[in-house]
């Protein structure tokens, strides 16, 4: 049957409502913004989804909720 696992960083789940009509999938913010920061596009896909946070100050990716200067962090699409 081949690979049955549902995981957004494989691009294989889409979120949506019918209510409102609109749907989206991780590839297609992942297009928008493995553009804008120059990085692979399935790169991008597995740091939007986890636990994964830009830190706008240094501007790179980190693991920890907080910041060099000691800012919380947003967490990354999830």
Do not use: C, H
């Amino acid at each position: 049957m081949g690979d049955l696992y549902l995981l957004p960083q494989k691009g294989n789940v889409a979120f949506g409502t019918g209510k409102d009509v609109w749907g989206f999938s991780l590839t297609r913010f992942a297009n928008i913004f493995a553009d804008k920061f120059k990085i692979d596009r399935q790169k991008m896909m597995d740091k939007l989804w986890g636990d994964n946070y830009f830190d706008s100050e240094k501007k790179t990716w980190t693991t920890s909720e907080v910041s060099v200067s000691g800012k919380p962090l947003k967490r990354n699409f999830v």
